[in-house]
């Protein structure tokens, strides 16, 4: 795939009046958040009725991104100190490619996943050591020779969860359709600092990036489909007297796990305790209820843990234990706040027991209810949502999966990053694939 940079610049917000603003105080959730780039690309087909250039879709976006980072000014922003947002005129960096070859050619097979990183605008999945010069987000249109575009985002996670994301894509979209935005101004972008105030010195034992990263294993990324029959199938083998009622991302999950154990176990061939990580989303859960478009870090992470002693993994079981960890997630502020001294002992733990060996760690990031690529551009709505895949080069991440919807009817798509040797076990497992489709699960007539 050739891949030519036409264009690179900072794209800044359209008001000039931004340096007036006070800094963005950020939240203790965000100073929790370890600092690096998580990367979505969006893709979009020519609309067959378009008289519009790709060249021209591309300034459109361009000059609505500028009007968007105006309602979103944190996101035009740097962090100093892990305390707050300031210079929010400093902008985006925004690069504009031409991409040899079609679209349709390039997305299918699931082979090319890292390939999807030459369409980033930086490296994605790496720890940011120092955040004081990092863009929130940064932006890179890719035009393909039959006049689609790929859309690729990295959003730094110091602020951008996936719901903010979304509702900043969404104002983004908006704009670009011509419209004043379609969602409320936001003026609550300070909700998540007035509920969990930041600390002005960060306990060495909250550091999150020690167990998430500095891993030295090469790491393969591989997606699946598990079409709706799948999934209700693993309902039923999910539910138990504890869990009666399942949902699809919880049964989903679930299998995921006691496959990825299997399969670490068969590489490894030893049995040792596994720890899932998860994130639980704040805002519906506080009172009041928080608007969709609260932006920051507001969730949770919860920890779930299995300790494997025989052959068999009991599917039921690690449904009951993902329950009670989001279950047991507080949905009050101050519960989490004089809760943070325990919190971080616990981090301090479970660190310990990865980074001797003692364990493994696996972490889920759930895109179902958040981003859905139907954000429409005015070029149509996108043809699908991707999650590139870990470069042969990237050691750092630990094992993990994100789960979104599919294209088809109550399907779910997981894109699974765990070292090479598992993908093999886990790629021979009968019971795996007897769930999970391999295969291309892109509609070519829509691209």
């Known amino acids: 795939m050739e891949v030519h940079i036409t264009s690179n610049q900072m794209v800044k917000p359209s008001s000039s009046k931004l340096h007036l603003f006070k800094p963005f105080k950020i939240s203790l959730l965000d100073q929790l958040t370890p600092g690096m780039y998580t990367p979505v690309l969006l893709f979009y087909a020519k609309p067959s009725d378009s008289n519009i250039h790709s060249s021209q879709f591309a300034d459109q976006l361009k000059q609505s991104l500028s009007k968007a980072l105006t309602q979103f000014y944190p996101a035009a922003g740097r962090v100093k100190n892990n305390l707050f947002i300031t210079n929010f005129d400093e902008g985006v960096p925004y690069v504009e490619t031409k991409v040899k070859g079609r679209l349709s050619d390039f997305i299918e097979p699931t082979q090319k996943l890292e390939a999807m990183n030459r369409l980033l605008p930086c490296r994605p999945f790496c720890y940011i050591q120092d955040s004081t010069t990092a863009p929130q987000l940064a932006v890179q249109v890719n035009i393909f020779h039959c006049g689609g575009i790929a859309i690729g985002l990295c959003v730094f996670h110091k602020i951008f969860d996936g719901a903010t994301l979304s509702a900043f894509l969404n104002s ?45 294993r090469r790491m393969m990324s591989r997606t699946y489909v598990f079409d709706a029959n799948a999934i209700s199938t693993l309902k039923l083998k999910v539910k138990s007297k504890s869990l009666e009622h399942p949902s699809r991302a919880l049964a989903l999950t679930a299998f995921i796990w006691k496959h990825v154990i299997q399969a670490s176990r068969s590489a490894s061939g030893t049995l040792k305790p596994a720890i899932l990580c998860q994130p639980v989303n704040l805002r519906p859960r506080l009172k009041p209820i928080l608007p969709s478009y609260s932006i920051g870090n507001l969730f949770l992470t919860t920890y779930s843990m299995y300790n494997p002693v025989g052959k068999d993994i009991d599917l039921s079981e690690l449904g009951y234990l993902l329950r009670q960890a989001t279950k047991s997630a507080p949905n009050d502020p101050q519960i989490v706040l004089q809760g943070f001294k325990t919190m971080t002992e616990q981090l301090d733990h479970l660190v310990e027991m990865v980074s001797k060996g003692n364990a493994d760690l696996f ?62 076990f886990l790629e021979r497992d009968p019971e795996f694939l007897a769930f999970a489709s391999p295969n291309s699960y892109f509609d070519r007539s829509k691209i």
């Open 172 to 216: 983004w979209a908006a704009f670009s359709r011509g419209s004043n935005g379609e969602i409320p101004n936001p003026g609550l972008l300070g909700s998540s600092s007035r509920l969990f105030p930041p600390i002005e010195s960060m306990p060495e034992n909250a550091d999150w990036h020690s167990m998430f990263f500095n891993y030295d």
């Open 363 to 424: 972490v889920l990031s759930s895109l179902i209810n958040t981003l859905d690529a139907n954000e429409d551009f005015g070029w149509g709505k996108g043809t699908l949502l991707g999650i590139p895949g870990i470069d042969s080069h990237n050691r750092e991440l630990c094992n993990s999966f994100f789960i979104k919807n599919a294209r088809q009817h109550n399907a779910i798509e997981v894109w699974v990053t765990v070292p090479e040797k598992e993908i093999d």
